[in-house]
């Protein structure tokens, strides 16, 4: 899991998140045991952490290094697919998934499902209901969409009537908020980052994962649907350019020619 700004950073949201921003997503030991120690992380918790993490399926040793595994690889599938934000045009149908009743789920099942519909950037337009507009790759998240079709039926060109209202639906408005205060965040940071300021490091990681959990949270809806300010193109483009400073400031750090890509 990325770290959150609000909560103390652990190790192995340290080393999960450098990971998950790593592709491929391996790195040698020694440079996951740098980063963890930017948030005063010792070697022997880092050791620890990552031994836990691959006894959990969550990573495995390789070549000196640990690389991602499990449902951390599938997470950063997601997380790359929402930097790329790939849509399709839009004829102004929706998809649609609908939630089978015949049997009671235990819990964790309904849990599963709507974490499932979620990935797959569905919201609930009424109880039993999910759907947006169809403007995304049918394919699209295999793992979740095999959930998803345990329980749903799902088709694609469905016209709702009246058309479902997108403001209801989406809190646009604060992801817009939060996107333009991240904007900011890292113009901040960019001339420390170039200018070799390694204490710009520790703050400057902390954001890099919540500019992607930011992303992982945009609704990709088709441009017609957004409003005429809507920043998600500008905060991709603003990250892809931080993106690449903060990584050069960090090999720089690390010191060991070690490359990250």
Not at 199 to 220: C, K, Y
Not at 225 to 242: K, N, Q
């Amino acid at each position: 899991m990325s770290p959150s700004r609000n909560t103390p950073l652990t190790a192995r949201s340290v080393l999960a998140s450098v990971l998950l921003g790593t592709d491929p997503p391996w790195l040698p030991t020694p440079l996951l045991v740098r980063t963890a120690a930017l948030f005063g992380i010792t070697e022997g918790t880092v050791r620890t952490a990552l031994s836990r993490m691959a006894a959990g399926g969550e990573a495995e040793a390789e070549a000196g290094g640990y690389r991602l595994s499990g449902r951390l690889v599938e997470r950063q599938h997601r997380q790359l697919a929402s930097r790329r934000a790939e849509v399709q045009s839009w004829d102004g149908t929706w998809e649609l998934a609908t939630i089978g009743t015949d049997h009671a789920r235990p819990a964790a099942e309904r849990a599963a499902l709507r974490n499932a519909l979620t990935t797959l950037r569905l919201v609930e337009l009424r109880e039993g209901v999910w759907g947006r507009p169809a403007n995304l790759d049918a394919e699209r998240m295999p793992e979740a969409a095999s959930v998803a079709g345990r329980w749903c039926i799902r088709w694609r060109g469905a016209t709702p009537t009246p058309p479902p209202e997108v403001g209801r639906l989406w809190d646009l408005r604060t992801w817009a908020a939060a996107a333009t205060g991240l904007q900011r965040e890292m113009a901040h940071l960019v001339a420390p980052l170039e200018g070799g300021d390694t204490t710009a490091l520790a703050e400057g990681f902390v954001i890099s994962a919540a500019v992607l959990r930011r992303l992982q949270a945009d609704p990709l809806l088709p441009p017609e649907l957004l409003p005429r300010s809507w920043p998600g193109t500008a905060l991709r483009t603003d990250y892809d350019h931080y993106d690449r400073v903060y990584r050069s400031s960090l090999r720089r750090w690390f010191g060991t020619g070690a490359e990250v890509q």
